[in-house]
């Protein structure tokens, strides 16, 4: 079974990830930073809690949730961030990488499926950089950086840092030489699993720093996430709001005419054929009496 070490700042962060690897069944461990790691062969999410501190501190909690573990127990560590960039992932991604001793560094914080994406180096919410939103005006923390490889190159400042743009990610010219620390523009999760499948071809040794997205994509190119079927027939109002509500969350629905069919004036091949294709695909899908 392969396992993951994921090192997040936050409690939300940790468990984001931790909830995405026991919907796939793996088991893990949430723990906080200093607690005693268990020697269960889990994987392990460990919360740092440093998003607020200032940068050093933020750096030196980093370095000693690294210190807690084996890396040698582990097939991908992740360095879990922020998808709007707030807290201080520079120096918390340099110590884990010393920590580590990685030798490729693959930085992509997109969140595509909440609108966090990386265009021309620059990181966005919703199509506008994250400095230009209202990120930029937190009181306690505001992001002041949105250029992935300059938030980088603030701590790196004796290896160069390469950025890879969206035309050369979809034209499959992504070539990790000449440094160890990359950078990448991510639209789409498409984006995403190409750069990975890249970087595991390299067989090299990876800490992988990016949000929910990055472990999400990991786990699904690594076993990959079979959809659910559900059959509804219920005419209630509760079941009707809940069909809308899967509806607008991205669920299949296939309306089947039950009465035609009992009527013999349909046949139900049809409403059998899209459902399997659209399982096929990979989408999750309800069966729904057109009377719900």
Known sequence: ?????????????ANDTGVQMRRRGLPV??????RKVPADGSSLVIDTESRGLDGLEARE???????EVDFSAFKYVIKKVDSTLRGNIAQEVQAVDEA????LVIFAPALPDLERTTVGGV????????????LAKDPKKPVTEDNLASLLQTVYTEEPVTHVGLADIRAGRIALEGGRLFTFDTEK??????VIAVARATGKKILWVGSAAMADNL????????????IAASVSDVTRAQIKAAEAAGVV???VPLHEILADREMPDPYIQAAVESLRAGKDTILLSSST
Request: charge should be negative.
């Open 1 to 13: 079974m392969d396992r993951y070490l994921i090192i997040a700042d936050d409690f939300t962060g």
């Open 29 to 34: 461990n949430v723990l906080f930073a200093g």
């Open 61 to 67: 909690a980093a370095a000693s949730a690294a210190a």
């Open 100 to 103: 580590y001793g990685s030798e």
């Open 123 to 134: 990181h966005m919410l919703k199509g506008v950089p994250i400095t230009e939103t209202e």
């Open 189 to 194: 999760n498409s984006d995403l699993q190409s």
């Open 219 to 230: 786990m699904e190119m690594e076993s990959r996430t079979l959809p659910a079927l559900g």
């Open 253 to 255: 629905l296939v309306q």
